[in-house]
């Protein structure tokens, strides 16, 4: 502490402890308040349209299915201090013909705040949703994810919502869409 | 020239000015990380946080890096120079 360096050396270990206790602070806080939250209201989850279709140009050998789905949505209560944003996402889980578990992402949205964090989206799929075997004799669990990213600390993932039923896919259709 | 410079360049301070340095560092940034954390949470606000934190460390800073005459206030007591005998 005999000169200025010594100082500024000294302080600068101490502040560093001591940014690193707040940082653990806050983050074991922000998941200590998730835990003892009450659970997420469901979100609805349901599919208004579903079709087979061999996909366009190159992909005219594979099969794609097209969707078009409806969710509601509050994820409100995930907004704390510490959260910077949620990636929702919807995903299908089907075990096709050959006997093989498959999960795809066909749609996600950035939330970055509490007020987008209550939403109601009727759209389509974002990405292509297609499986080499083909469609025949299967059918999909639709559930809304979210991944909560905190700006310090471990990231949580849950379940806002599902088609607690799972969905069969109608029979490919012949003609090209 | 250079002793002066060399002088401004450490900015030395006495043995008690040290201690009390020292003795104030601690005290303010833990307790400042505690001010911080607990306001923020109330208010649930993280930017609140980091600016408290960050603003009274500079403060502290300021208080405590310049050599202050406050902390010059005992300066150490040497003893007389005693004249060494040259053994042939």
């Given at each position: 502490?005999?000169?200025?360096?010594?100082?500024?050396?000294?302080?600068?270990?101490?502040?560093?402890?001591?940014?690193?206790?707040?940082?653990?602070?806050?983050?074991?806080?922000?998941?200590?308040?998730?835990?003892?939250?009450?659970?997420?209201?469901?979100?609805?989850?349901?599919?208004?349209?579903?079709?087979?279709?061999?996909?366009?140009?190159?992909?005219?050998?594979?099969?794609?299915?097209?969707?078009?789905?409806?969710?509601?949505?509050?994820?409100?209560?995930?907004?704390?201090?510490n959260t910077k944003q949620l990636?929702?996402?919807?995903?299908?889980?089907?075990?096709?013909?050959?006997?093989?578990?498959?999960?795809?992402?066909?749609?996600?949205?950035?939330?970055?705040?509490?007020?987008?964090?209550?939403?109601?989206?009727?759209?389509?799929?974002?990405?292509?949703?297609?499986?080499?075997?083909?469609?025949?004799?299967?059918?999909?669990?639709?559930?809304?994810?979210?991944?909560?990213?905190?700006?310090?600390?471990?990231?949580?993932?849950?379940?806002?919502?599902?088609?607690?039923?799972?969905?069969?896919?109608?029979?490919?259709?012949?003609?090209?869409? | 020239?250079?002793?002066?410079?060399?002088?401004?360049?450490?900015?030395?301070?006495?043995?008690?000015?040290?201690?009390?340095?020292?003795?104030?560092?601690?005290?303010?940034?833990?307790?400042?990380?505690?001010?911080?954390f607990i306001v923020g949470f109330?208010?649930?606000?993280?930017?609140?946080?980091?600016?408290?934190?960050?603003?009274?460390?500079?403060?502290?800073?300021?208080?405590?890096?310049?050599?202050?005459?406050?902390?010059?206030?005992?300066?150490?007591?040497?003893?007389?120079?005693?004249?060494?005998?040259?053994?042939?």
């Amino acid at each position: 502490m005999h000169t200025i360096w010594s100082r500024i050396n000294n302080i600068s270990a101490l502040l560093s402890s001591c940014m690193m206790g707040l940082f653990a602070a806050i983050a074991l806080s922000s998941l200590a308040q998730q835990f003892f939250q009450a659970p997420l209201d469901p979100s609805s989850v349901s599919i208004t349209s579903l079709k087979v279709a061999p996909g366009k140009g190159k992909q005219s050998k594979v099969d794609h299915a097209l969707v078009q789905f409806e969710l509601d949505a509050n994820l409100t209560p995930l907004f704390n201090w510490n959260t910077k944003q949620l990636f929702v996402y919807l995903d299908a889980e089907y075990t096709n013909s050959k006997g093989v578990k498959n999960s795809v992402v066909i749609w996600d949205r950035i939330v970055r705040s509490k007020s987008s964090a209550k939403f109601h989206v009727e759209a389509r799929q974002k990405y292509a949703f297609r499986d080499v075997t083909g469609f025949r004799d299967s059918a999909a669990t639709y559930t809304l994810r979210y991944n909560l990213m905190p700006h310090v600390g471990a990231l949580v993932y849950g379940v806002a919502g599902s088609t607690n039923n799972s969905i069969p896919f109608p029979p490919l259709a012949k003609n090209n869409v | 020239m250079s002793d002066f410079l060399q002088q401004l360049g450490e900015g030395k301070i006495d043995f008690v000015g040290q201690q009390t340095v020292d003795r104030i560092s601690r005290v303010w940034l833990i307790g400042t990380t505690i001010i911080s954390f607990i306001v923020g949470f109330l208010l649930q606000s993280l930017p609140l946080t980091m600016a408290i934190f960050g603003g009274s460390t500079a403060l502290m800073a300021v208080l405590i890096i310049p050599p202050w005459p406050v902390f010059n206030q005992h300066p150490t007591k040497w003893l007389p120079v005693k004249s060494v005998e040259k053994k042939d």
